[in-house]
Protein backbone atom coordinates (compact mmCIF):
# COMPACT_ATOMS: atom_id res chain seq x y z
CA UNK A 1 0.00 0.00 0.00
CA UNK A 2 1.09 3.91 -1.08
CA UNK A 3 2.20 5.79 2.33
CA UNK A 4 -0.63 8.84 2.15
CA UNK A 5 0.31 12.02 3.58
CA UNK A 6 -2.82 12.66 6.10
CA UNK A 7 -5.20 15.42 4.83
CA UNK A 8 -4.52 18.40 6.96
CA UNK A 9 -7.34 18.77 9.20
CA UNK A 10 -8.69 22.16 7.55
CA UNK A 11 -8.94 20.71 4.33
CA UNK A 12 -11.36 17.53 5.29
CA UNK A 13 -14.72 17.89 3.51
CA UNK A 14 -17.43 15.83 5.45
CA UNK A 15 -17.81 12.90 2.90
CA UNK A 16 -14.03 12.22 3.13
CA UNK A 17 -13.15 9.18 4.97
CA UNK A 18 -12.28 10.13 8.25
CA UNK A 19 -8.53 10.30 9.30
CA UNK A 20 -8.69 8.17 11.81
CA UNK A 21 -8.62 4.89 9.68
CA UNK A 22 -12.32 3.85 10.77
CA UNK A 23 -13.71 3.62 7.09
CA UNK A 24 -16.88 6.11 7.82
CA UNK A 25 -17.40 9.35 6.48
CA UNK A 26 -15.54 12.58 7.90
CA UNK A 27 -18.93 14.13 8.83
CA UNK A 28 -20.10 10.84 10.84
CA UNK A 29 -16.71 10.32 12.21
CA UNK A 30 -14.15 12.64 13.71
CA UNK A 31 -16.15 16.12 12.34
CA UNK A 32 -17.52 17.34 15.74
CA UNK A 33 -14.22 17.71 17.17
CA UNK A 34 -12.82 19.86 14.05
CA UNK A 35 -15.88 22.57 15.09
CA UNK A 36 -15.44 25.55 17.34
CA UNK A 37 -15.34 25.37 21.28
CA UNK A 38 -18.40 26.47 22.78
CA UNK A 39 -18.49 27.77 26.27
CA UNK A 40 -20.64 25.33 29.22
CA UNK A 41 -21.72 26.26 32.22
CA UNK A 42 -19.55 27.30 35.24
CA UNK A 43 -20.52 25.41 38.18
CA UNK A 44 -20.43 26.90 41.57
CA UNK A 45 -17.04 28.45 43.58
CA UNK A 46 -15.32 25.35 45.22
CA UNK A 47 -14.39 25.92 48.77
CA UNK A 48 -11.00 25.80 50.09
CA UNK A 49 -10.72 24.48 54.06
CA UNK A 50 -9.87 27.44 56.04
CA UNK A 51 -6.41 25.44 57.65
CA UNK A 52 -4.68 25.62 53.56
CA UNK A 53 -2.34 28.87 53.68
CA UNK A 54 -3.84 30.95 51.00
CA UNK A 55 -2.36 33.80 48.12
CA UNK A 56 -3.54 37.20 48.91
CA UNK A 57 -5.64 37.38 46.26
CA UNK A 58 -8.02 34.30 47.28
CA UNK A 59 -10.71 36.41 48.99
CA UNK A 60 -10.90 39.35 47.09
CA UNK A 61 -9.02 38.80 44.18
CA UNK A 62 -6.07 40.97 42.47
CA UNK A 63 -2.91 40.47 40.98
CA UNK A 64 0.93 40.50 41.82
CA UNK A 65 3.29 42.32 44.19
CA UNK A 66 5.82 43.14 41.15
CA UNK A 67 8.46 43.50 43.83
CA UNK A 68 9.91 40.42 44.60
CA UNK A 69 13.28 39.94 44.15
CA UNK A 70 14.13 37.80 40.35
CA UNK A 71 16.91 35.96 42.09
CA UNK A 72 15.59 33.32 45.15
CA UNK A 73 17.81 32.24 48.39
CA UNK A 74 18.57 28.99 48.86
CA UNK A 75 15.27 28.59 51.22
CA UNK A 76 12.81 30.08 48.81
CA UNK A 77 13.70 27.41 46.18
CA UNK A 78 13.81 24.64 48.23
CA UNK A 79 10.04 25.29 49.24
CA UNK A 80 9.92 26.16 45.32
CA UNK A 81 11.45 22.49 44.68
CA UNK A 82 8.85 20.91 47.30
CA UNK A 83 5.71 22.89 46.22
CA UNK A 84 6.64 22.69 42.43
CA UNK A 85 7.45 18.61 41.91
CA UNK A 86 3.57 18.42 43.97
CA UNK A 87 2.64 20.56 41.20
CA UNK A 88 3.86 18.19 38.27
CA UNK A 89 2.13 15.11 40.14
CA UNK A 90 -1.18 16.45 40.13
CA UNK A 91 -0.77 17.49 36.55
CA UNK A 92 0.17 13.92 35.64
CA UNK A 93 -2.94 12.93 38.25
CA UNK A 94 -5.85 15.08 36.45
CA UNK A 95 -3.75 14.26 33.16
CA UNK A 96 -5.02 10.93 33.63
CA UNK A 97 -8.35 11.52 34.17
CA UNK A 98 -8.20 12.73 30.73
CA UNK A 99 -11.32 10.54 28.50
CA UNK A 100 -13.52 11.27 26.15
CA UNK A 101 -16.97 12.17 27.51
CA UNK A 102 -15.67 13.99 30.90
CA UNK A 103 -16.05 17.81 31.28
CA UNK A 104 -13.46 20.04 32.11
CA UNK A 105 -15.64 20.93 35.02
CA UNK A 106 -15.01 17.19 36.55
CA UNK A 107 -11.01 17.48 35.75
CA UNK A 108 -11.12 20.67 37.88
CA UNK A 109 -13.05 18.98 40.73
CA UNK A 110 -10.39 16.50 40.83
CA UNK A 111 -7.24 19.11 40.70
CA UNK A 112 -9.32 21.68 43.05
CA UNK A 113 -9.34 17.89 45.61
CA UNK A 114 -5.64 16.82 44.80
CA UNK A 115 -4.09 20.56 45.41
CA UNK A 116 -6.25 20.59 48.97
CA UNK A 117 -5.09 16.91 49.53
CA UNK A 118 -1.12 17.74 48.80
CA UNK A 119 -2.32 20.64 51.94
CA UNK A 120 -1.94 23.24 48.86
CA UNK A 121 -3.88 26.23 47.72
CA UNK A 122 -5.03 26.16 43.48
CA UNK A 123 -3.47 28.84 42.85
CA UNK A 124 -5.73 30.12 39.66
CA UNK A 125 -8.68 29.97 41.62
CA UNK A 126 -9.62 33.71 42.28
CA UNK A 127 -6.39 34.97 40.51
CA UNK A 128 -6.84 38.45 39.30
CA UNK A 129 -9.29 41.32 38.84
CA UNK A 130 -12.42 41.71 36.12
CA UNK A 131 -13.40 39.20 37.23
CA UNK A 132 -10.79 36.83 39.06
CA UNK A 133 -10.41 33.60 37.59
CA UNK A 134 -13.25 31.67 38.94
CA UNK A 135 -11.55 27.69 38.97
CA UNK A 136 -8.60 25.96 39.93
CA UNK A 137 -7.22 24.90 36.72
CA UNK A 138 -7.05 26.02 33.09
CA UNK A 139 -8.36 23.81 30.83
CA UNK A 140 -7.76 24.90 26.97
CA UNK A 141 -9.28 22.81 24.20
CA UNK A 142 -8.10 23.07 20.84
CA UNK A 143 -8.42 26.37 19.35
CA UNK A 144 -8.40 27.63 22.85
CA UNK A 145 -4.35 28.92 23.46
CA UNK A 146 -4.88 29.48 27.04
CA UNK A 147 -6.49 30.44 30.36
CA UNK A 148 -9.61 28.26 29.08
CA UNK A 149 -12.62 28.00 31.98
CA UNK A 150 -13.38 24.29 33.23
CA UNK A 151 -17.16 24.30 32.32
CA UNK A 152 -20.07 21.65 31.54
CA UNK A 153 -18.12 20.93 28.23
CA UNK A 154 -17.98 17.21 27.70
CA UNK A 155 -14.25 16.37 25.76
CA UNK A 156 -14.96 14.62 22.93
CA UNK A 157 -12.69 11.96 20.84
CA UNK A 158 -10.40 13.88 18.66
CA UNK A 159 -9.81 16.89 20.80
CA UNK A 160 -6.51 18.07 22.14
CA UNK A 161 -6.40 20.21 25.63
CA UNK A 162 -3.90 21.66 27.69
CA UNK A 163 -4.45 21.17 31.73
CA UNK A 164 -1.97 23.99 33.29
CA UNK A 165 -1.98 23.72 37.06
CA UNK A 166 -0.34 25.73 39.46
CA UNK A 167 -0.14 24.99 43.32
CA UNK A 168 0.78 27.49 45.81
CA UNK A 169 2.27 25.93 48.99
CA UNK A 170 4.88 26.91 51.30
CA UNK A 171 4.19 30.55 50.51
CA UNK A 172 5.56 29.93 46.81
CA UNK A 173 3.97 28.61 43.44
CA UNK A 174 4.64 26.15 41.00
CA UNK A 175 3.24 26.35 37.63
CA UNK A 176 3.22 23.66 34.77
CA UNK A 177 0.88 22.29 32.19
CA UNK A 178 0.96 20.08 29.35
CA UNK A 179 -0.91 18.87 26.49
CA UNK A 180 -3.04 15.92 25.62
CA UNK A 181 -4.95 14.28 22.59
CA UNK A 182 -8.62 13.38 23.76
CA UNK A 183 -8.59 9.50 22.54
CA UNK A 184 -7.61 9.63 18.61
CA UNK A 185 -6.53 12.44 17.23
CA UNK A 186 -5.71 13.38 13.34
CA UNK A 187 -1.93 13.19 12.95
CA UNK A 188 -1.63 17.06 12.23
CA UNK A 189 -2.78 17.55 16.01
CA UNK A 190 -0.31 15.03 17.15
CA UNK A 191 2.61 16.61 15.16
CA UNK A 192 1.25 19.92 17.22
CA UNK A 193 1.75 18.70 20.20
CA UNK A 194 5.06 17.28 19.72
CA UNK A 195 6.79 20.03 18.45
CA UNK A 196 5.50 22.63 21.44
CA UNK A 197 6.85 19.87 23.65
CA UNK A 198 10.12 20.20 21.86
CA UNK A 199 10.18 23.56 21.62
CA UNK A 200 9.31 24.23 25.36
CA UNK A 201 12.76 21.30 25.79
CA UNK A 202 14.93 23.87 23.33
CA UNK A 203 13.99 27.14 25.28
CA UNK A 204 15.07 24.91 28.36
CA UNK A 205 18.18 24.02 26.80
CA UNK A 206 18.93 27.77 26.11
CA UNK A 207 18.88 28.23 29.29
CA UNK A 208 22.23 29.65 30.90
CA UNK A 209 23.64 32.42 33.20
CA UNK A 210 24.71 35.47 31.72
CA UNK A 211 22.54 35.14 28.57
CA UNK A 212 20.09 37.06 27.43
CA UNK A 213 16.53 35.70 27.53
CA UNK A 214 16.20 36.66 23.84
CA UNK A 215 18.06 33.30 23.51
CA UNK A 216 15.12 30.95 25.09
CA UNK A 217 12.35 32.78 22.65
CA UNK A 218 14.68 32.32 19.64
CA UNK A 219 15.45 29.00 20.26
CA UNK A 220 11.56 28.16 20.21
CA UNK A 221 10.82 30.71 17.78
CA UNK A 222 13.55 28.70 14.93
CA UNK A 223 11.89 25.60 15.81
CA UNK A 224 8.11 26.48 15.61
CA UNK A 225 8.79 28.16 12.03
CA UNK A 226 11.08 25.55 10.82
CA UNK A 227 7.87 22.90 11.74
CA UNK A 228 5.64 25.65 9.98
CA UNK A 229 3.81 26.31 12.80
CA UNK A 230 3.72 30.27 14.73
CA UNK A 231 4.06 31.40 17.84
CA UNK A 232 1.78 33.12 19.85
CA UNK A 233 2.73 36.26 21.04
CA UNK A 234 0.10 37.51 23.40
CA UNK A 235 1.10 35.72 26.46
CA UNK A 236 4.25 34.87 28.03
CA UNK A 237 6.51 32.80 30.60
CA UNK A 238 7.10 35.05 33.66
CA UNK A 239 8.49 35.25 37.11
CA UNK A 240 7.70 33.22 39.65
CA UNK A 241 7.91 32.18 43.30
CA UNK A 242 5.79 34.33 46.10
CA UNK A 243 4.37 35.96 43.66
CA UNK A 244 2.06 33.58 40.65
CA UNK A 245 3.43 36.53 37.56
CA UNK A 246 6.76 39.02 38.52
CA UNK A 247 9.48 39.94 36.01
CA UNK A 248 11.40 38.76 33.71
CA UNK A 249 8.91 38.31 30.96
CA UNK A 250 9.94 35.27 29.09
CA UNK A 251 8.92 35.96 25.39
CA UNK A 252 8.65 32.64 23.07
CA UNK A 253 9.60 34.26 19.72
CA UNK A 254 13.36 36.55 19.17
CA UNK A 255 12.66 40.22 20.35
CA UNK A 256 16.52 42.09 20.35
CA UNK A 257 15.11 43.80 23.61
CA UNK A 258 14.61 41.09 25.64
CA UNK A 259 18.13 41.37 27.03
CA UNK A 260 17.54 41.10 30.53
CA UNK A 261 20.35 38.46 31.68
CA UNK A 262 19.55 35.26 33.44
CA UNK A 263 21.60 34.97 36.77
CA UNK A 264 21.98 31.43 38.63
CA UNK A 265 18.52 31.88 41.10
CA UNK A 266 16.37 33.20 38.62
CA UNK A 267 13.36 31.49 38.73
CA UNK A 268 10.65 31.42 35.74
CA UNK A 269 8.36 29.87 33.50
CA UNK A 270 8.74 28.64 29.89
CA UNK A 271 5.49 28.07 28.19
CA UNK A 272 5.14 28.36 24.51
CA UNK A 273 1.84 28.41 22.67
CA UNK A 274 2.35 27.16 19.75
CA UNK A 275 -0.08 27.86 16.72
CA UNK A 276 -1.18 25.81 13.49
CA UNK A 277 -2.52 28.78 12.03
CA UNK A 278 -2.82 32.06 12.71
CA UNK A 279 -0.95 33.48 15.73
CA UNK A 280 -3.12 36.31 16.94
CA UNK A 281 -5.51 35.89 19.79
CA UNK A 282 -9.14 37.44 20.72
CA UNK A 283 -10.47 37.20 24.00
CA UNK A 284 -13.81 35.38 24.88
CA UNK A 285 -16.32 37.59 26.83
CA UNK A 286 -15.67 35.91 29.36
CA UNK A 287 -12.55 37.81 30.11
CA UNK A 288 -10.16 34.92 30.10
CA UNK A 289 -10.47 31.99 27.38
CA UNK A 290 -7.97 33.17 24.44
CA UNK A 291 -8.25 31.30 21.28
CA UNK A 292 -6.95 32.19 18.03
CA UNK A 293 -9.03 34.18 15.42
CA UNK A 294 -8.76 31.57 12.80
CA UNK A 295 -10.20 28.89 15.01
CA UNK A 296 -7.07 26.10 14.25
CA UNK A 297 -5.62 24.63 17.32
CA UNK A 298 -2.64 25.55 19.41
CA UNK A 299 -0.35 22.96 22.24
CA UNK A 300 1.84 24.36 24.94
CA UNK A 301 3.83 22.78 27.65
CA UNK A 302 5.22 24.27 30.68
CA UNK A 303 7.67 24.79 33.34
CA UNK A 304 8.57 26.49 36.27
CA UNK A 305 12.63 26.23 36.63
CA UNK A 306 15.79 28.10 38.32
CA UNK A 307 18.94 29.20 36.75
CA UNK A 308 22.11 27.13 37.75
CA UNK A 309 25.82 28.10 37.39
CA UNK A 310 25.57 26.47 34.01
CA UNK A 311 21.61 25.86 33.00
CA UNK A 312 18.52 24.87 34.31
CA UNK A 313 17.17 22.85 36.78
CA UNK A 314 13.04 21.92 36.41
CA UNK A 315 11.59 22.47 39.54
CA UNK A 316 7.96 21.01 38.15
CA UNK A 317 9.75 18.05 37.07
CA UNK A 318 7.73 15.05 38.15
CA UNK A 319 9.88 12.58 40.88
CA UNK A 320 9.83 9.74 37.43
CA UNK A 321 11.69 12.56 35.84
CA UNK A 322 9.04 11.88 32.71
CA UNK A 323 6.97 14.82 31.61
CA UNK A 324 3.19 14.63 31.44
CA UNK A 325 0.99 15.01 28.01
CA UNK A 326 1.57 13.72 24.86
CA UNK A 327 4.10 13.61 22.12
CA UNK A 328 6.96 12.01 23.61
CA UNK A 329 8.46 9.60 21.14
CA UNK A 330 9.95 6.15 22.54
CA UNK A 331 13.30 6.44 22.95
CA UNK A 332 13.57 10.11 22.59
CA UNK A 333 15.00 12.35 25.08
CA UNK A 334 11.10 14.48 24.93
CA UNK A 335 9.38 11.02 25.79
N1 LIG B 1 -0.92 29.19 34.94
C1 LIG B 1 -1.04 30.30 34.04
C2 LIG B 1 0.35 30.67 33.62
O1 LIG B 1 1.04 29.82 33.17
C3 LIG B 1 -1.76 31.46 34.64
C4 LIG B 1 -3.17 31.22 34.86
S1 LIG B 1 -3.88 32.63 35.50
C5 LIG B 1 -5.43 32.11 35.81
O2 LIG B 1 0.85 31.73 33.77
F1 LIG B 1 -5.97 33.00 36.52
F2 LIG B 1 -6.04 31.89 34.64
F3 LIG B 1 -5.39 30.98 36.46
CO1 LIG C 1 2.92 30.32 33.85
CO1 LIG D 1 0.63 27.91 33.99
Redesign the pocket.
Known sequence: MATTTPTPLAKMRPNDPCWCGSGNKFKRCHKAATDRVVAGTISERRPVPSEIERPHYAEHGGTDDRNEPMVKDADTLERMRRTGRAAAEILRQVGEAIEPGITTDELDALCHRLCIEAGGYP??LN??TDPP?PKSV?TSVNEVI??GIPDSRPLRDGDIVNL?V?LFREGVHG?T?ATWAVGTADPESLRLIRVTRECTQLGIEAVAPGRPVSDIGRAIQDHAEAAGFGVVRAFVG?GVGRE??TPPEILHYFHPRADQRMEPGMTF?I?PMIAVGAWQQKLWSDG?TASTVDGKRTAQF?HTLVVTDDGAELLTLHPDGRWSGDGGQPGDPLG
Open positions: SPYGFCCHDTDNHFHTEWE
